[in-house]
């Protein structure tokens, strides 16, 4: 089966850190763009950042610009969302999925999810 499978959410304190992984399953990631979306209890699902398949171009939300950092790993099968500095309005379900490019702003372009991993920045 063919999907993309999110995970390394979690609860974390404001001011700490998480790394979101997105891994495809049934196929290999190293010739896509990949974006990170998210969800916030009651609100629209919008774009966080995204890298294209080179991994030589990325864009980022103004409101995770030098906080997140999105990379491809080694195996180029899986890429990452690292997040530091985290607020509790980074609250959110976190959503990965293949783009046409990275580029700003950041739409999503189907509605073909997986489920998502819940990111909670609480005290």
């Known amino acids: 089966q063919v999907q993309l499978v999110e995970s390394g959410g979690g609860l974390v304190q404001p001011g700490g850190s998480l790394r979101l992984s997105c891994a495809a399953s049934?196929?290999?990631?190293?010739?896509?763009?990949i974006g990170w979306f998210r969800q916030a209890p009651g609100k629209e699902r919008v774009g966080v950042s995204c890298?294209?398949?080179?991994?030589?171009?990325?864009h980022y939300a103004d409101s995770v610009k030098g906080r997140f950092t999105i990379s491809r790993g080694n195996a180029k099968n899986t890429v990452y969302l690292q997040m530091n500095s985290l607020k509790p309005e980074d609250t959110a379900v976190y959503y990965c999925?293949?783009?046409?490019?990275?580029?700003?702003?950041?739409?999503?372009?189907?509605?073909?999810w997986g489920q998502g991993t819940q990111v909670t920045v609480s005290s």
């Open positions: 999925q293949i783009i046409s490019a990275c580029r700003g702003p950041l739409f999503y372009e189907h509605d073909y």
């Open positions: 049934g196929f290999t990631l190293e010739h896509y763009a």
């Open positions: 890298i294209s398949s080179s991994g030589d171009s990325t």
